[in-house]
Structures are given as C-alpha cells and as structure tokens.
C-alpha cells in the first residue's frame, strides 16, 4: 500500500530518499528475476538496500502509471554491447517516464523525471568509493588539492556522486572514462564543465546535487531542457506501507 505519492509533471524530475528496510511483504512486490538477485546477496544489508530500492521504484512509477506495483514492466538498454542477458540502463516499457535508483550505505535514491533521461547516485561519505584519483579530470584533481586536507575526502564523493549521476543519466555507466567528464568543484553549484570525446548524440546535461543529510552525497542528472528537481523523502511502516513525504534535510557543510 502507498500514501501520497506526488505526481510528476512535464518538465520535472522527483527524487526520493529512503533508507532500506527489511520488510517481507515488500518482495512480494519483485518479479522472480529481481527476487533472485536479492536472494543471492550474501550480505543482509545489501539484501536490505536492494529490496527497498527496487520496490519503491515499482511502487513510485506504478503510482505515476495508475497501475499496480507488480505490473509494471522493466527494459534495460546498453550502449555498447548487445551481449543478450539484460544489462544497460534500466528503463520503462511504453512510457516516457525515465527513472533511475542508486544504493549506497543503509540509503536509496530513487528519481523519476518526465524532463528526459535521468541518472541518479548516492554514495556514503564513511566509506569512500574505492577508486582511484585517476576517476577525475586533471583540473579536479587539482581543485581537491586546494581543498584543506580535512575535506578531499568529501570532495571527492561529491566529484563522484556528481559524475556517476551523468554517467547513469547517459546509459554510459562506467563503460565510458570518468576522467573524461570535468564537473563543477564540490564547493560550486553542481554543473557539467566539460565532457571531451562524447559520443553522438549530445543532450544537454543538467546536474544538481541533492541534500540528502550527512552522511551522504548525492547528485541527479537529467538529459533535456532545464527542469525542475523536487525531493521527497521515502518511509515503510513495518506492515510495508509508504508513506512520502516532502524533503527536510540539512547538510552541514559545502563539500
Ligand atoms: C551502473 C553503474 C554506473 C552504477 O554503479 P554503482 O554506483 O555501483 O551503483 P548504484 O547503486 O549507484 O546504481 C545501480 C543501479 O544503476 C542502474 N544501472 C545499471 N546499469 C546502468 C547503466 N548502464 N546506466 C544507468 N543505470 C544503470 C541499475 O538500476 C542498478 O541497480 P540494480 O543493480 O539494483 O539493478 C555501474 O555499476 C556500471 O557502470 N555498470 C555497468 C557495467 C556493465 O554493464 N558493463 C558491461 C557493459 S557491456
């Protein structure tokens, strides 16, 4: 069951927070392909992450659609290959709806846009992605050197948040160099700068950063005219219904 869930309009994109539960009834919401891969996490954590964000994406576009949960009926397209088991940027079946999902820590990020492709992510800012700093473009390497030694760390997840979010957005993922692509400094309003040796065809990119509290950073990009972003946070009860509710958060530092 869901409450209040907002609809998106033309020329907006919705993005919500939730953090992941272990609530049963909510796999009764996933198709046998989802309930595999769920089952086959060894960690109850990432069985968590994954539960939660998959059943609140079915549950936020089935909304949008006026249909059920269950119903709803995904595609995934790659760009580069056309290796035949389903891999690439998920997508919806007869709809312009776009949607994206990321999990990161014991947090989703679920955005649905009716502005064009959207790409979402959300990384935790306790356990750095394992990357190494080749990831970024030689001027954001040098940016987060100018950055007090304190705060690369949470510079360089908002670097990544931000750049994983085009990279999803496109359908690109990480079969295209991060370093390629030079976004806005952590301390500047989220924006692509630069992206050299891109491939046609090219829509404009609009990034933004989402608050989603400490602890977390995050960035949703979306491919088309400028649009509206609107944030929401998520919530299950145990008995498994959502509840939405507009977002409240504050990020205590600039990073
Ligand atoms: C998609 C990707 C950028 C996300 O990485 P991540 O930070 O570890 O994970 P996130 O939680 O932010 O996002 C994962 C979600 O992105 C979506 N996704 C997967 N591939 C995607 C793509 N090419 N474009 C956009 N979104 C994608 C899925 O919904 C996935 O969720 P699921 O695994 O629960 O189904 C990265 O894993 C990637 O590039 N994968 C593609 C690898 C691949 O397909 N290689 C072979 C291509 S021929």
């Not at 209040?4 to 939730?18: D, K, L, Q």
């Not at 014991?106 to 306790?126: F, K, Q």
């Not at 692509?181 to 404009?204: D, I, M, Q």
Request: proline share 6%; hydrophobic share 40%.
């Amino acid at each position: 069951m869901s409450r209040g869930i907002p609809r998106v309009r033309a020329g907006e994109c919705h993005v919500w927070i939730a953090d992941a539960v272990r609530v049963p009834s909510l796999l009764e919401l996933l198709d046998a392909r989802e309930r595999a891969r769920h089952d086959a996490f060894v960690r109850d954590r990432d069985r968590a992450l994954y539960l939660t964000a998959h059943a609140l994406v079915r549950q936020l576009v089935a909304a949008q659609l006026g249909t059920g949960p269950r119903e709803v009926v995904f595609t995934q397209v790659c760009r580069h290959c056309d290796r035949p088991e389903p891999h690439g940027k998920p997508g919806l079946a007869d709809s312009s709806l776009e949607f994206s999902l990321s999990h990161s820590g014991d947090r989703v990020a679920v955005a649905l846009s009716l502005a064009g492709p959207v790409g979402v992510d959300i990384e935790e800012t306790a356990r750095q992605p394992d990357l190494p700093q080749t990831v970024l473009a030689a001027v954001e390497r040098a940016e987060l050197e100018r950055l007090p030694a304190g705060r690369r760390a949470l510079g360089f997840t908002r670097y990544w948040a931000r750049k994983e979010a085009v990279l999803k957005a496109t359908g690109d993922g990480l079969m295209v160099e991060p370093a390629l692509l030079t976004v806005s400094a952590p301390g500047a309003p989220a924006a692509l700068l630069e992206w050299r040796k891109r491939a046609e065809p090219h829509r404009a990119v609009r990034l933004h950063d989402v608050d989603v509290g400490n602890g977390y950073r995050a960035a949703v990009a979306v491919l088309g005219d400028e649009c509206r972003v609107v944030c929401h946070t998520a919530r299950y009860d145990g008995d498994g219904t959502l509840r939405t509710a507009p977002a409240v958060t504050v990020t205590s530092d600039r990073c």
